[in-house]
């Protein structure tokens, strides 16, 4: 079982960059998420998604774009890479309801230099 | 005052020893609330759900006290594989469907030979 897969595992970006984190899902969940993670923060919502065609801000949204065209995807997008985007980003899918399991990628180490 | 906060330790036990560890929230609101496992430069995975009633999972051993706001993790006879960072995340009940999972910052456990 695949589960969530998020591409690249690691990236290297120069200040103004844009790129694309891909976060992808074969469990039919609903909900899919974005975190970051710093040290001394904790896992910070960036956007999230409660199914194809919606998406909403969570608690640090400013720099991020998302789309979810479909159940299974649901791509983050850095418009202009700056320094304090540094961070190890995760993508997470669940079902709705509050109750399950949430299942998390792997990870993607991005450093903006 | 952050919605989810834990002590970052980190707490240094030998094999064999019962830790305890302890999660405040501030919403009172909050409907679902776990505890989740990371290993080092891995994702979190789920450790186990927090029952108002309280539930036991093999050695480990989770409490909710609602009044209090409070959740606690106890592990009993800790082995080496048990050191890694316990995140508490706290899901609160709002008006749409979501699974906005709200994380502390993280407890890590180092369990010494």
């Known amino acids: 079982n695949a589960g969530v897969t998020q591409t690249p595992k690691f990236q290297v970006l120069k200040t103004g960059q844009s790129m694309t984190l891909q976060c992808a899902q074969d469990?039919?969940?609903?909900?899919m998420s974005w975190y970051r993670q710093d040290p001394g923060m904790g896992l910070r919502l960036i956007h999230y998604?409660?199914?194809?065609?919606?998406?909403d801000q969570g608690e640090v949204p400013n720099g991020y774009n998302v789309s979810r065209s479909t159940t299974e995807d649901f791509p983050l997008r850095l418009l202009s890479a700056a320094p304090s985007q540094t961070s190890v980003y995760f993508c997470?899918?669940?079902?709705?309801?509050?109750?399950?399991?949430?299942?998390f990628g792997q990870g993607t180490r991005l450093t903006v230099v | 005052r952050k919605e989810v906060e834990q002590d970052p330790g980190p707490f240094n036990v030998p094999e064999g020893a019962t830790v305890a560890f302890n999660c405040t929230y501030s919403?009172?609101?909050?409907?679902?609330f776990f505890w989740y496992r990371q290993d080092c430069r891995k994702e979190p995975k789920l450790l186990m759900s927090?029952?108002?009633s309280g539930n036991e999972d093999g050695r480990f051993t989770a409490q909710l006290n609602r009044a209090s706001q409070y959740i606690s993790l106890l592990i009993r006879d800790s082995k080496l594989s048990d050191s890694a960072t316990y995140l508490c995340?706290?899901?609160?009940?709002?008006?749409?469907?979501?699974?906005?999972?709200?994380f502390g910052t993280g407890t890590l456990l180092a369990v010494q030979p």
């Open positions: 469990m039919n969940h609903e909900y």
């Open positions: 927090v029952y108002s």
């Open positions: 995340v706290v899901i609160p009940l709002t008006g749409g469907a979501t699974n906005k999972l709200i």
């Open positions: 919403n009172s609101a909050s409907q679902s």
């Open positions: 997470a899918s669940s079902t709705i309801g509050g109750t399950e399991e949430a299942f």
């Open positions: 998604s409660v199914g194809a065609g919606i998406t």
